[in-house]
């Protein structure tokens, strides 16, 4: 027998199938989709079976060593849709199937994540053997039971038990246990509004399409989609939906928990690397129906797929932001094709790109215009902080801090919205002009007050405050800019009376600490909570009626095409987490732009017309959804090459490319990170037939280059 075999070894020269014999005595275990160990010139490298066959064209074929697992982890369908992604990402095609996979389902890393095991005691027999009151304790146990696990035993006596186990009376017997374990099902699906039911009965369940449900906050999607799930399993089939990472994850599992109970797996960032595995290994083994993840769980390996359903549609989350870049709404296609079963993607204000093909009918459009129960969205103020500076304390407005006082007097909630972490921006000299900056990136450095440090958003880099300006050596360095540790620090002045969480990457990082403090703030155990865009996405908390946005403008000044329609998306999610319950809601937003049209129409949450007035601009400028982009980041350690090169390969595209507009090289928005400059160019076209054979031809150029690095980015979020 012989087999293809792709190594497990991420390299632009080696991403092509190698041929092995394979010995006899381990032909009985090779199936497609396993892994192998496989001797790779002096190394010893493991790989996955793409290829059973009796004849290769070469000669001279090595052994492989062993089979690392006898289980599948890539099934057939899996395997085809890495092929699909490489083509369409023009990325390795190991690095296609690695993506798949948990960390510790990789080459190297299966050996630091181990299964872990409940020891269990079965009797073997007990003729002709006498025994001591103890002993005859022990096998009591096994009355009604074949299994006795080991504590049992323990609390009677161990060396009862240890001198069974030489008589051979009980033999021991090791049960896997699962890291993860969830309740059993608590409740029903809530009896869906008219509305909810007229999208749930609109969804055909027997065949691919993708659907756009374009419902308001608080509009009841969860509900719909749960329904939609509870229908796809009563007719045996299983369902993968997605949440953006993080931030909606903990609540949407405790929702579906309570309904599906133990039919769940969830698969996000959350867990540790055991976790992963075990959840990873309960999908493949088919004993869950439901995996609810954030990107990567649209590779799980169910089979049978009867719905995918991606909530939070308009989530930058689901294209990954390193290769392999793929786009799990892409993939969710393919799948939902596969299995031929609806692809459904929820938004209360869908990605221009999505609303535009629901309008074109390439989606079927389903609308969800009003919350449920008959509330109403909250009401959206604007505050012109050009005309409030005066009266303001820190960076709050009088009406502001007038609001979060009376909010908590009523004894009701407050979420603040501050879309930068730390405390402070930038720290500068106030002698000398300069600010300081990373040694590895083109960035300033964010000062971190708890931690009196000075950090890098970009590379991590950390140093301590000095006392002295780096340039100038004077004591005169002063932080501007702000971050939600200041505002913290802020509301402590001003609202001494009021218990603040901050929730940011700051004070998440720790392993549950994010569920923790949702759940403390649920309880009405503070009440403000203060933090980035995480506290702005799909929360649901009953007792917020007051949404206050410290500053709408650090995400409209991001040099980037879609700033606007993100700040739109950013300030309705978040006015969205106001007055969902009985009362009626309120949303303050402070600004010093107050006659941006993303301001002005997300205050009247008029998704169509932001829709409309964007799309224009789009039109006009040539960027999606008119245009397809595709990023060139061109990278390396020497500023010179880079450049040069960039140019060269402008030419290229250039000689190739005639229906397409090129633009740059320019240096990226960050021109170096972590030592490495980086160029872009951006490529806009309709239609161009001879793109990826040209892209491909790049790629290849410069395969054995190690000065410089190619990526390539179809539809990039970041330039
Ligand atoms: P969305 O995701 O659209 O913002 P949610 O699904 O979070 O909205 O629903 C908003 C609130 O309404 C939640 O508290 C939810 O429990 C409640 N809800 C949704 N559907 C129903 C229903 N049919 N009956 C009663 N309450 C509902
Ligand atoms: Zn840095």
Redesign the pocket.
């Known amino acids: 027998m012989i087999i293809g075999v792709l190594v497990e070894l991420a390299n632009k020269k080696l991403d092509k199938i190698f041929d092995y014999k394979v010995p006899a005595y381990l032909e009985k275990d090779i199936k497609i989709g396993i892994r192998v160990e496989v001797p790779f010139g002096r190394q010893v490298l493991e790989g996955f079976v793409l290829e059973i066959k009796n004849k290769s064209e070469l000669s001279d074929l090595k052994e492989i060593i062993g089979i690392v697992d006898k289980e599948i982890i890539l099934n057939e369908e899996l395997l085809e849709l890495g092929k699909s992604m490489k083509k369409e990402t023009l990325s390795l095609l190991i690095s296609c199937y690695q993506v798949m996979l948990p960390k510790a389902l990789k080459a190297k890393n299966s050996a630091s994540v181990s299964k872990k095991y409940d020891i269990y005691y079965k009797l073997n027999f007990i003729d002709n053997i006498k025994l001591n009151d103890k002993q005859e304790q022990i096998i009591e146990l096994f009355k009604n039971r074949e299994l006795v696990p080991r504590k049992e035993i323990l609390d009677i006596s161990s060396s009862s038990l240890k001198t069974l186990l030489s008589k051979n009376v009980l033999i021991e017997e090791k049960k896997e246990h699962y890291r993860m374990s969830y309740h059993d099902k608590t409740s029903d699906v809530?009896?869906?509004?008219l509305e909810?039911q007229n999208i749930v009965d609109s969804v055909n369940l027997s065949k691919y399409d993708t659907y756009l449900l374009h419902?308001v906050?608080?509009?009841?999607?969860?509900?719909v989609y749960i329904k939609l799930i509870e229908k796809v399993i009563s007719l045996g089939k299983t369902a993968i939906i997605l949440v953006p990472e993080i931030s909606l994850t903990p609540q949407m599992v405790a929702r579906f928990e309570q309904v599906f109970g133990k039919k769940i797996a969830a698969l996000h960032s959350a867990l540790s690397e055991g976790e992963k595995y075990d959840e990873y290994r309960r999908i493949y083994r088919g004993e869950v129906s439901i995996v609810i993840g954030a990107r990567s769980a649209i590779f799980a390996p169910l089979s049978n797929i009867g719905i995918i359903i991606i909530d939070e549609e308009h989530s930058d989350s689901y294209k990954q932001d390193n290769n392999p870049r793929y786009d799990a709404k892409r993939i969710a296609i393919i799948r939902g094709n596969n299995h031929n079963c609806p692809v459904l993607m929820g938004s209360?204000t869908p990605l221009l790109d999505t609303y535009a093909r629901a309008c074109k009918g390439v989606y079927k459009l389903l609308e969800l215009p009003n919350r449920?129960?008959g509330n109403s969205l909250p009401e959206v103020e604007i505050i012109d902080m050009n005309n409030e500076i005066k009266y303001s304390k820190g960076h709050f407005s009088k009406k502001l801090l007038d609001s979060i006082n009376e909010t908590i007097a009523n004894n009701e909630q407050v979420i603040l919205l501050l879309n930068r972490r730390g405390y402070s921006s930038f720290v500068s000299c106030k002698n000398c002009g300069d600010t300081i900056k990373c040694p590895h990136c083109e960035i300033s450095l964010t000062y971190h007050k708890t931690s009196n440090t000075l950090r890098c958003h970009y590379c991590g880099y950390g140093t301590s405050l000095p006392k002295v300006c780096p340039s100038c050596k004077e004591e005169a360095l002063s932080t501007l800019g702000v971050g939600t540790e200041k505002i913290e620090e802020e509301l402590s002045k001003y609202v001494p009376n009021a218990r603040v969480i901050r929730m940011d990457i700051d004070t998440t990082s720790r392993k549950g600490m994010h569920k923790k403090m949702i759940d403390a703030f649920k309880n009405h155990e503070y009440d403000v909570l203060l933090g980035t865009q995480m506290v702005a996405k799909?929360l649901?908390f009953?007792l917020v009626t007051l949404v206050g946005v410290i500053n709408a403008d650090t995400s409209l000044s991001i040099p980037d095409f879609r700033s606007s329609e993100n700040t739109f998306a950013l300030l309705n999610q978040v006015s969205?987490r106001s007055g969902?319950s009985k009362k009626q809601g309120r949303v303050l937003i402070q600004t010093f732009n107050k006659d941006h049209y993303a301001i002005e129409l997300a205050k009247k949450h008029d998704y169509k017309n932001f829709y409309l007035k964007e799309m224009d601009i789009r039109k006009q400028l040539k960027y999606p959804p008119y245009y397809y982009l595709c990023y060139l980041r061109i990278s390396g350690k020497d500023y010179k090459i880079v450049s040069t090169e960039s140019n060269k390969i402008k030419k290229a595209l250039e000689r190739n490319l005639k229906s397409t507009i090129i633009l740059g090289p320019s240096p990226c928005a960050i021109i170096r990170i972590k030592d490495t400059f980086r160029f872009g160019i951006i490529l806009k076209y309709k239609k161009e037939d001879l793109l990826i054979e040209t892209l491909e031809k790049i790629i290849n150029h410069y395969r054995d280059n190690d000065k410089i690095t190619v990526d390539i980015d179809f539809n990039p979020n970041h330039f």
């Open positions: 809530k009896t869906l509004t909810q419902g906050t608080g509009s009841g999607k969860t509900e209360a449920v129960n799909g649901d009953p969205g969902r």
